[in-house]
């Protein structure tokens, strides 16, 4: 179970640097904000996640962002949720 936890959180690293370069290319696009927001999320870093969410819905205000940060998310990524 340990490597697949491990698996998750490459991939989601993975994504992170992904959805980043693609902001870079195109800021403009409320959904790689969105995305890169759950990812973040989902690593526990809900502060970073937040203001993703935000600006995904500045870019597009028809865009929900999620209600609720689980809190305890990240764990097993080594990092704290905020």
């Keep these: 179970m340990v490597a697949q936890y491990r698996a998750i959180c490459a991939l989601l690293r ?5 959805l980043s370069r693609a902001i870079e290319l195109d800021p403009g696009d ?4 969105a995305g890169r927001g759950q990812a973040y999320q989902a ?3 809900n ?3 937040l203001a993703d969410f ?3 819905t500045e870019l597009d205000p028809s865009y929900q962002p999620p209600t609720v940060l689980i809190p305890n998310r990240g764990r097993y990524c080594g990092r704290p949720a905020s």
């Design 54 to 56: 935000a600006r995904a």
């Design 47 to 49: 502060d970073q996640a």
């Design 30 to 33: 409320a959904g790689y904000y």
């Design 43 to 45: 690593t526990g870093r």
């Design 14 to 18: 993975s994504a992170l640097g992904d």
